[in-house]
Structure formats: C-alpha cells, structure tokens
C-alpha cells in the first residue's frame, strides 16, 4: 500500500465498493475469501457494503483482499464515471490526484477507461474480457504508480 494511501483512511473504499466481473469475483473467491457479491446480471457482480463501506476493508483501513483486488481499485483514482452523459474522473476524491504527473493521469485514463468500457460491455452482453490484454494493462498501471510514489 503506498504512504499516502495509508494516510488517508481509504476513502476510495468508502465509496460503496467495487463493480466486478465474473471473473474477478471467482479470482477473489478462489483465493479463499468470502463472497460478498450480489450478482446484477451474468457478468456483473456487485459488492454488498455495509453502508458505504467496502466489505473487504479491514478495520485498519487496509484492503483484506490487496493482492487480487479488483480491476476498479487498483486503477482508482482513474475511474470514469458518467455525469450527465459526461465523463468525469474521480481526481478530486483522492490525495493522488494531487501528485501523480499529468502524463500518466493521461496514460491511466485511456488504459482504464479501456478496463472499464470491457466491463460495461459485459454487463449487458456475455462477451468475455480479454484477459491477458486486461493484465498487461493492470501491470502497468501498478508499475508506473510505484515507481512514482514509492
Ligand atoms: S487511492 Fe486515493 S482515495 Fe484510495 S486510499 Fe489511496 S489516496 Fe486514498
Ligand atoms: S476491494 Fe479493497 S481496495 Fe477495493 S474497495 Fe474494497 S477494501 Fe478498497
């Protein structure tokens, strides 16, 4: 987890929880965690938060499920939301979006906006996510994010 994520008290986490795939889900799953989803359709699982609260947020503020957390965490703060049809980034929630470089705000945005078009895309249809290409993008992004704050 970086530094200034531990300082300021997830508040990512305190959003409601992830949207996830099938896919994501079963990783969690078979890693040994619990399931606290509550399936939307055949490819769309939600999280079951108590209130806002992610359920996998331990009481230190940590992500209980940090190494196969979904695709929605790792890119967070670049999560496009859509506002009156617009897109919009969630910037100004997160201590990030203060200090990672207009570069790669601009690089994380096209890559996750890719990610999250793929799981929009699932949500109404049963097309299946392109996995390695999903990875390659995730490894990325984490990459960059440590090499700049860590
Ligand atoms: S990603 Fe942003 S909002 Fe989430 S814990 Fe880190 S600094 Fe806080
Ligand atoms: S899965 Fe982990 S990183 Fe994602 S919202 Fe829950 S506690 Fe936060």
């Given at each position: 987890m970086?530094?200034?994520?531990?300082?300021?008290?997830a508040k990512c986490c305190k959003l409601g929880g992830a949207d996830v795939t099938n896919q994501e889900r079963e990783i969690i799953l078979s890693a040994g965690h619990t399931d606290?989803?509550?399936?939307?359709?055949?490819d769309h699982y939600e999280m079951k938060s108590k209130g806002s609260?992610?359920?996998y947020l331990k009481e230190d503020n940590s992500c209980g499920i940090y190494h196969v957390r979904p695709i929605a965490c790792r890119c967070f703060p670049i999560h496009p939301e859509f506002n009156n049809n617009k897109k919009e980034y969630l910037l100004a929630l997160c201590p990030l979006g203060k200090?990672?470089?207009?570069?790669?705000?601009?690089?994380?945005?096209?890559?996750?906006?890719?990610?999250?078009?793929?799981?929009?895309?699932?949500?109404?249809t049963d097309?299946?996510?392109?996995?390695?290409?999903?990875?390659a993008i995730i490894k990325g992004v984490d990459k960059l994010k440590n090499f700049i704050l860590e």
């Open positions: 970086f530094k200034i994520c531990k300082k300021c008290g606290h989803f509550v399936k939307i359709d055949s609260i992610c359920p200090v990672l470089p207009k570069e790669l705000i601009d690089r994380m945005k096209k890559d996750s906006t890719r990610i999250m078009d793929h799981i929009t895309k699932t949500r109404f097309t299946k996510l392109p996995k390695g290409e999903i990875e």
